[in-house]
């Protein structure tokens, strides 16, 4: 038996032995998802447990280091884990801005105690991150973000808005883009973190047309920032809001693309009983699309590992992406009828579908709008002038 | 296996690309034969060389002499094929034909498969019946006559019929018109009595035939497998086939793709270069997502075909309508974004949307192909 054989056995007797049977069950709501974090609370114990043996053994980040609290998996053993726990349905153990998007870039730019500290805290669901990139003026156009921090010699002093804050109400740090040389647009702006209970921060939710509030507004008002709480370089946090939001468009584009290159046509037919002709041509048009899409992310996939994508390819993924989800869920409304309209029933599980339908139109604004997909395809594979 | 092709394909790919463009050109290939009213609508001396090069065994077993490799290898020929708009006997020679006689007896092998290798012969498909590829309804029949068959029928859309030495038929040999079973294929000479043809030019000035059998007597040894068990054979024959067009729509589309791309950061207007434009920006953008949507699943339909996967059918027809939808995308608006120009003949982005007409019916077109993916997937 090869290494890897042996991993695998391992791991599937691990997770036999600790993934109580309630955490293989799909997701259904968002009390569902661990978050972690100083105000969270578990929703049963088979939640608690699953999620401390996953701490305990480093697989909440399986492949951090062991010192960062991950379990210093290879790529090759971190595959076998996602294999072992997809095949048995497992739920992640912990889901986290922290894991995703924070924790990458610390990786690549912290230094060895932020590292330590910070990344210890999220491997081990103590602290939940939000993150503070847009603001009411700077959406598409991130870089001319205001929110501004004044330099007092051993610490900054915050004042300004973010807009579009993820769960910022239930967060307890912020990573933050704090301009801090307003002469310099693109080099003028700090990558800071910060506690969420400093004096001088409150957070109000949006209530979405989804009815759901998962963004909030956050307003900072002579909040007092130490002057060591930075990633990178003061005024370079703008390389390290790029190197995140490619992680974050990669992340977007290869997130659930198992579900997006599933066809939807034989589920729906399934759900309604007969589809007007015409309903069927358009969904066997979606299900090419989704099935091509399908093998364009596996492509993708297997080319990032061995570094043959274009460095600005996940900006197409994102774009093709998140465009087909949304006509996925147009058409599940479509065939849905009259059924799906309803908002509160039991029926519809409270609206999941219309919900779901709306919370899609989002795919293509959040994380950069299919325009800046296109801009940045133009100009960075396309090489079109002045783009 | 990855997604991509290996370094031995990626070397494949250079060389053939290098090839082609020198000399599958369309300025030495397509108008000049298109110029000069070849009736053969392809060059002999190119299909030579492309022997040469082993291209026109690339799919033959190496027992019959030929490079024993796969539908990768054979799209990255056809990719090259599509980009140059090379007129070549490949597609209906190489992969089609050749497919079905690789289900062939020996002798049947023996007979036609060196002139293939070595470039002496040309071979057509004889499959649709109309002006739509329906392959589910054969109504050409042949009856049995003594040792062999008389075949009475019309074929459409035989792409080189006119210029092929065989011709592979698929016949009915028993049951109903639009009966699954009963089919049999049969490798048809060019000189056999009764068979003939009404050759067509075609809008990329490509040729084919509308072809009739009226009763064409066959030796019981041009049956290609067995009688009446001929469409698990076709429907390998059209697999290779949808998945070889799909590989040669990609290098249409990138070729048509490429172009404008480049006429984007020339052509000044309002004194800025179109390309500056956020209109057109996004255009190309977006088809630059199409045309890689599309050729990753063309890749994809070529190793589940080489692996033998039962997920191949499904995919070759996801590849076909796939890459029908976007390389369409790219001739219109590659004809559109060159404007006035684009509509001259002298311009050579016009002839990809007239090779893209073609290529998007051979085959099957997107409409069919979609369909067999809803009835694929149970609705």
Request: proline residues 3%.
């Amino acid at each position: 038996m090869s290494d890897l054989d042996t991993f695998r056995a391992e791991t599937r007797a691990w997770l036999e032995a600790n993934c109580p049977p309630e955490m293989r069950e799909p997701v259904r709501d968002d009390q569902d998802v661990y978050w972690g974090g100083r105000k969270a609370t578990f929703k049963n114990d088979a939640q608690k447990a699953w999620f401390e043996a996953c701490r305990d053994k480093g697989y909440t980040v399986p492949a951090w280091p062991k010192e960062y609290g991950g379990a210093g998996l290879s790529p090759a053993e971190a595959k076998v884990l996602r294999e072992e726990m997809a095949r048995i349905g497992a739920r992640p153990p912990l889901s986290s801005f922290g894991i995703w998007m924070l924790g990458p870039a610390l990786l690549h730019f912290g230094t060895e105690e932020q590292k330590k500290k910070y990344l210890n805290e999220i491997a081990r669901g103590e602290i939940r991150w939000c993150q503070g990139y847009s603001e009411p003026g700077s959406g598409s156009d991130l870089v001319s973000l205001q929110t501004f921090g004044e330099d007092k010699g051993d610490h900054w002093v915050v004042n300004g808005q973010k807009i579009w804050t993820s769960y910022a109400d239930k967060a307890d740090w912020i990573f933050c883009l704090v301009r801090t040389d307003k002469n310099d647009k693109y080099r003028g702006i700090t990558f800071m973190l910060f506690d969420m209970e400093t004096p001088g921060v409150s957070t109000k939710p949006i209530l979405l047309i989804s009815g759901n509030s998962p963004f909030c507004e956050t307003f900072f008002d002579d909040v007092k920032v130490p002057k060591d709480q930075y990633v990178g370089e003061i005024n370079r946090g703008w390389d390290v809001a790029k190197y995140l939001l490619g992680h974050e468009r990669e992340m977007i584009s290869g997130a659930d693309s198992s579900e997006r290159g599933a066809g939807i046509g034989a589920m729906l037919k399934r759900q309604t009983g007969e589809l007007d002709p015409v309903l069927r041509a358009e969904l066997a048009m979606f299900d090419v699309d989704a099935l091509a899409f399908s093998a364009m992310g596996e492509k993708f996939l297997d080319e990032v590992k061995v570094g043959k994508a274009h460095p600005a390819q996940p900006n197409m993924m994102k774009y093709a992406g998140t465009e087909l989800n949304k006509r996925r869920h147009e058409l599940i409304m479509a065939a849905g009828g009259s059924a799906v309209l309803e908002w509160e029933s039991e029926e519809t599980d409270g609206g999941k579908p219309a919900r779901s339908w709306l919370r899609t139109k989002a795919n293509s604004i959040e994380g950069g709008t299919s325009e800046v997909m296109l801009n940045v395809i133009s100009k960075r594979i396309l090489e079109l002038p002045g783009a | 296996m990855p997604l991509y092709h290996t370094d031995d394909q990626t070397m494949l790919s250079d060389t053939v690309g290098q090839f082609m463009a020198e000399e599958g050109a369309i300025a030495k290939q397509l108008r000049h034969w298109r110029d000069r009213d070849c009736k053969d609508g392809f060059g002999h001396a190119l299909w030579k060389q492309f022997a040469e090069m082993g291209f026109t065994g690339i799919l033959v077993g190496e027992d019959d002499g030929g490079l024993g490799m796969g539908h990768v290898e054979a799209g990255i020929v056809l990719e090259e094929i599509g980009r140059n708009l090379t007129p070549s006997p490949f597609l209906t020679s190489a992969v089609l034909a050749g497919t079905a006689l690789q289900h062939g007896s020996d002798d049947l092998r023996g007979r036609w498969m060196p002139g293939l290798v070595s470039g002496e012969s040309v071979f057509a498909v004889a499959i649709d019946e109309g002006a739509k590829h329906r392959p589910e309804r054969i109504r050409t029949r042949a009856e049995k006559s003594g040792n062999g068959f008389r075949l009475s029928g019309r074929k459409d859309f035989v792409v080189y019929g006119g210029s092929a030495d065989m011709i592979v038929v698929a016949a009915r040999t028993s049951g109903a018109d639009d009966d699954a079973e009963g089919i049999t294929l049969f490798a048809v000479p060019k000189d056999v009595a009764g068979m003939s043809h009404d050759a067509v030019r075609l809008v990329d000035s490509s040729m084919a035939t509308h072809t009739t059998f009226d009763n064409v007597e066959l030796d019981g040894d041009a049956v290609i497998g067995e009688v009446d068990g001929g469409r698990e054979i076709l429907n390998k024959v059209l697999m290779a086939g949808r998945v070889g067009a799909a590989a040669e729509g990609v290098g249409v589309a990138r070729g048509a793709m490429d172009m404008t791309v480049d006429y984007l950061k020339q052509r000044k207007q309002f004194g800025k270069l179109i390309g500056e434009f956020q209109a057109l920006q996004h255009r190309a953008a977006h088809l630059y997502s199409e045309v890689e949507i599309a050729r990753a699943v063309t890749i994809k339909a070529q190793q589940l075909l080489d692996a033998g996967s039962e997920k191949a059918d499904l995919m070759a027809s996801v590849a076909k309508a796939k890459v029908g939808k976007a390389a369409g995308l790219a001739v219109k608006e590659g004809v559109q974004m060159h404007g006035g120009i684009g509509m001259t003949d002298e311009y050579d982005i016009g002839l990809y949307m007239k090779r893209d007409r073609a290529l998007a019916e051979f085959m099957g077109d997107v409409y069919y192909h979609a369909g067999r993916v809803a009835e694929m997937s149970g609705y």
